[in-house]
């Protein structure tokens, strides 16, 4: 693996971590928990989305 990889999962631990201590600073019974779920959700398809997209194009570049 090269060290682009190494450096994107590092930042998917970093969230996580992040989100996992929200969920302690804000409080479970917290009405930001819906805001906070549907930021993550969008952070996740957006991620995946992007690196997609880049396997995409990096594969059409192969194959011209």
Known sequence: ???K???VIFAGVL???????SFF???ANSEQWGSLFLGA???CLL???FRFSK???LDNKKAQ
């Open 55 to 57: 396997k995409k194009r």
């Open 41 to 43: 959700a969008i952070g």
């Open 25 to 27: 600073a804000v409080g």
């Open 15 to 21: 969230i996580i971590l992040f989100a996992i201590f």
């Open 1 to 3: 693996m090269n060290f």
């Open 5 to 7: 990889i190494y450096l």
């Open 47 to 49: 991620a995946v989305g």
